[in-house]
């Protein structure tokens, strides 16, 4: 017992100044920075997997790696392999992967898939899960964006842990279910949030505005919670239940069906949440 937890710290110690082989599967907006951020952390990219060889060598580029569009063609002795995909080709993929590189940890990045999903295809496996939004055309700073791993060893938790903390200062551990339930809230904050920055910019549109006009009036909601609770921070007509001002302004929808639903169904939240 002695033996084997002196070979657990010495294991640990040695991951966390190793720098990691690790193969990208996926080519995608996540793939692309958190890729260039644990290479610019020390770790070395050697392959990049995509679909498409187009993709796999735009990124390959930029990381110095090696692209490949043929899963069978995958590297088999890397440390590591991050799987950056949509949800539904997770598990193939895994699948088609799993077994075939011996004791390499294996992460996904999903914020709504469970680390189960390599179950029966790895022996050490987990998450690895930056909650931001990422787009490819727009450089974004890690250090201050939440990472939250999971695995199912203290030797894979290890090798997630030493991965987070080298592309940011903010690394939980956090279960599956609170993951489904972040990844949740994070919809809410910002793909319907910015969904309502498109049905306004169509409103500014149809008024002879350009959509930069509300910039400032963005910015200063967003920086309000950071003061304030979402909850304090509400304002509008729905807030106070301005039946006349949301009349008029429902009448300006007729027409499109979709955005008339959503301002009803948002005004009632929004309205409900402050009686």
């Known amino acids: 017992m002695l033996f084997s937890m002196k070979c657990l710290i010495l294991y640990y110690n040695a991951i966390s100044v190793l720098h990691m082989k690790i193969v990208f599967i996926g080519a995608g907006n996540l793939a692309t920075h958190l890729s260039a951020a644990l290479r610019a952390g020390g770790h070395d990219i050697v392959q990049i997997y995509s679909r498409t060889m187009a993709s796999a060598s735009a990124l390959a580029a930029r990381v110095g790696a090696e692209p490949t569009d043929s899963i069978d063609s995958v590297c088999r002795d890397a440390d590591v392999y991050i799987f950056a995909v949509k949800d539904d080709v997770l598990p193939q993929l895994a699948t088609q992967l799993g077994g075939k590189c011996g004791d390499a940890v294996m992460l996904h990045t999903a914020g709504s898939v469970s680390m189960d999903v390599f179950r029966d295809v790895a022996h050490r496996y987990g998450v690895l899960y930056p909650m931001q939004s990422f787009s490819k055309t727009r450089h974004l700073e890690l250090r201050d964006v939440p990472v939250y791993i999971e695995a199912n060893c203290d030797e894979a938790l290890a090798v997630a842990r030493t991965l987070a903390n080298s592309v940011s200062v903010k690394v939980r551990e956090l279960s599956g279910e609170a993951r489904r339930r972040l990844h949740l809230a994070a919809v809410f904050a910002c793909n319907f949030v910015n969904c309502c920055y498109d049905l306004a910019s169509d409103a500014a549109?149809?008024?002879?505005?350009?959509?930069?006009?509300?910039?400032?009036?963005?910015?200063?909601?967003?920086?309000?919670?950071?003061?304030?609770?979402?909850?304090?921070?509400?304002?509008?007509?729905?807030?106070?239940?301005?039946?006349?001002?949301?009349?008029?302004?429902?009448?300006?929808?007729?027409?499109?069906?979709?955005?008339?639903?959503?301002?009803?169904?948002?005004?009632?939240?929004i309205h409900r949440r402050h009686v």
């Open 205 to 269: 549109v149809a008024a002879g505005v350009p959509f930069t006009d509300f910039l400032p009036l963005i910015d200063e909601t967003a920086a309000k919670v950071h003061e304030l609770s979402p909850h304090d921070a509400q304002t509008g007509p729905a807030v106070r239940y301005d039946r006349s001002v949301m009349g008029r302004q429902m009448e300006l929808l007729e027409g499109d069906e979709a955005a008339l639903e959503v301002y009803k169904l948002m005004s009632d939240v």
